[in-house]
C-alpha cells in the first residue's frame, strides 16, 4: 500500500508567522495535489506539481516538488486566519488511469489572530 | 463550475438498516469517487469508478456497495448499517484525459454527508 504521511497533523499559530507542512513517502508519484478543506465544505484542489524539482506559488503559499518525485512540501509565508482549514496532498501513482489519488492524513492549520 | 451535490449534508440512521447516499455531478467527469473523512485518517477511498457500470474497490470496500446507473450519479449503500460506518462521506468526481491517464486532473468534492449510525 502506497503512503502519504503529513507533518505536522496540527498547527496552532499566531498571524503573521511562517510555516511549512511537509507531505512524504518512499513511493515515486507522478504528480502531487495539494487540497485545502474548510469546516463543512469538501476539499479544494489548491495545485497540481508535476515536474521533479517543481515550484509553483500561489500568492503567500509555495508549493515544491522533491527532485525524486517522493515528497513535497507547502510554505505560508505571514499566514493569516483565513488560511485556517485543513491541508491535504494527494499522490497520483504512474500507473493510475482512472484519476485515483492517494491522500494523506491532513494538516489542520489554526491561524490565531 | 464544477458542481458536485451530495443528497443530504446530516443524515442519522440506526444498525442494520440499508443506507443511500446519492451524488451527483455536473460536468459529465467519467470518474467517481467515494471516500470516508476520520480525524487523523484523511480520506480512505471507499469504491470508484471510471465509467457507468464500472466499479472497483477502494481500500476500505467492506460493508458497502455502489451503483453507477447513469454518468452524473454515483450512490454508495451500506448493505446493513454499524456504528463504526459513523463517519464523513464525501464524494468526488474528475475528468479522464484522453490517453486515458487521469493522474493530473483534480477532483472536485461535495460538501460531503455527515452520517451517524445508532
Known amino acids: 500500500t502506497q503512503l502519504l504521511e503529513q507533518s505536522p497533523q496540527f498547527l496552532s499559530i499566531q498571524e503573521g508567522e511562517n510555516l511549512t507542512v511537509y507531505c512524504n513517502s518512499s513511493?515515486?508519484?507522478?504528480?502531487l495535489q495539494w487540497y485545502r478543506q474548510e469546516p463543512g465544505e469538501g476539499p479544494v484542489l489548491l495545485v497540481t506539481?508535476?515536474?521533479?524539482?517543481e515550484v509553483k506559488k500561489l500568492k503567500r503559499l509555495t508549493f515544491q516538488f522533491g527532485d525524486a518525485r517522493k515528497d513535497s512540501s507547502l510554505h505560508i509565508t505571514a499566514a493569516q486566519p483565513g488560511d485556517t482549514g485543513l491541508y491535504l496532498c494527494?499522490?497520483?501513482?504512474?500507473?493510475?488511469?482512472?484519476?485515483?489519488?492517494?491522500f494523506g492524513q491532513g494538516t489542520t492549520l489554526q491561524v490565531k489572530p | 463550475d464544477v458542481k458536485v451535490t451530495q443528497s443530504s449534508r446530516y443524515l442519522v440512521k440506526r444498525t442494520g438498516e440499508k443506507v443511500f447516499l446519492e451524488c451527483v455531478q455536473d460536468?459529465?467527469?467519467?470518474?467517481m469517487f467515494w471516500y470516508r473523512q476520520d480525524p487523523g485518517l484523511g480520506l480512505r477511498l471507499i469504491y470508484f469508478?471510471?465509467?457507468?457500470?464500472?466499479?472497483e474497490k477502494g481500500d476500505i470496500p467492506e460493508g458497502y456497495s455502489v451503483s453507477r446507473e447513469k454518468k452524473e450519479r454515483f450512490s454508495l449503500i451500506l448493505e446493513s448499517a454499524s456504528t463504526n460506518q459513523t463517519s464523513m462521506y464525501l464524494c468526488?468526481?474528475?475528468?479522464?484525459?484522453?490517453?486515458?491517464?487521469?493522474?493530473?486532473?483534480?477532483?472536485?468534492f461535495g460538501d460531503g454527508t455527515r452520517l451517524s449510525i445508532l
Open positions: 494527494a499522490g497520483a501513482h504512474a500507473s493510475s488511469n482512472t484519476g485515483k489519488l492517494i
Open positions: 460536468m459529465d467527469h467519467e470518474n
Open positions: 506539481v508535476v515536474t521533479g524539482g
Open positions: 468526488a468526481s474528475s475528468p479522464t484525459t484522453g490517453e486515458r491517464w487521469s493522474g493530473n486532473q483534480p477532483q472536485h
Open positions: 469508478s471510471y465509467d457507468v457500470k464500472m466499479k
Open positions: 513511493s515515486v508519484f507522478s504528480s
